[in-house]
């Protein structure tokens, strides 16, 4: 079975700061993929990062970079120069990369950002 | 290249009607994935569907809950006779295969609530 914890109910970071939400995972699968998510509080799922588990260098999409640490099965997502508009649930998420892919999400960091 | 549609946004159903929830994939993607948001929490996956079969139940409570995925028109997700517990915000992903390395797109997500 799949689990991930995120273990932090809440961040705040001044903003143009850099803050890093944590995750960590558990799996038996060899192959799998890690996401990280934003929900803003409109509500809806907005995708920001991919990381395969083979991928030899970690995964960057702008300001959002990942930490991945496959030995300690760690995920973490790290925003740089953080905004204003980046206060939102970040959830950490991984499915298999065999098979059918549901996704596993963990229970949510809470991120504000203070002018 | 509309996005993942889902309707209604809002729905409120009193206790003991039913509720029911369309999604319509991106074009193109033939695999629906149906996942719940209770109050403070992550999302919980439930059922996933290709065209006219259910692939993976596991995540569906066992009574009062049903989808489908018809071969003409949305999937719908059904909950009938609402409990105050079934309140929550009922999100649809797709992709247009279920093996291999693809990205789920979610819907904006219908927040349902039981009065």
């Known amino acids: 079975a799949q689990k991930i914890t995120q273990t932090q109910p809440g961040m705040f970071v001044q903003e143009k700061e850099a803050v890093t939400l944590d995750c960590t995972y558990d799996?038996?699968?060899?192959?799998?993929?890690l996401f990280w998510y934003k929900q803003p509080s409109s509500g809806e799922m907005i995708f920001l990062i991919y990381?395969?588990?083979?991928?030899?260098q970690n995964a960057t999409e702008g300001r959002y970079s990942l930490n991945f640490q496959k030995a300690r099965k760690s995920a973490n997502l790290v925003i740089s120069a953080s905004q204003l508009g980046d206060s939102a649930m970040y959830f950490c998420?991984?499915?298999?990369?065999?098979?059918?892919?549901?996704?596993?999400f963990g229970t949510g960091t809470r991120l504000l950002v203070s002018p | 290249n509309a996005g993942v549609m889902q309707n209604p946004r809002h729905l409120v159903r009193r206790r003991g009607q039913e509720a029911r929830l369309r999604c319509s994939p991106m074009?193109?993607?033939?695999?629906v994935y149906w996942y719940r948001q209770l109050p403070e929490e992550g999302l919980k996956f439930m059922v996933y569907?290709?065209?006219?079969?259910?692939?993976?139940e596991s995540g569906m409570p066992k009574e009062r809950f049903s989808a489908e995925f018809p071969k003409e028109g949305p999937s719908i997700l059904r909950i009938q006779q609402v409990v105050r517990g079934d309140s929550a915000a009922y999100f649809c992903?797709?992709?247009?295969?279920?093996?291999?390395?693809?990205?789920?797109?979610f819907g904006p997500g219908t927040r349902l609530t039981v009065t």
């Open positions: 992903a797709s992709s247009p295969a279920g093996t291999g390395i693809y990205e789920q797109y």
């Open positions: 799996t038996s699968d060899p192959s799998y993929g």
């Open positions: 998420a991984m499915r298999r990369n065999t098979g059918f892919q549901k996704l596993v």
């Open positions: 074009k193109g993607h033939s695999h």
């Open positions: 990381q395969g588990s083979y991928d030899q």
């Open positions: 569907l290709q065209k006219e079969n259910i692939i993976d």
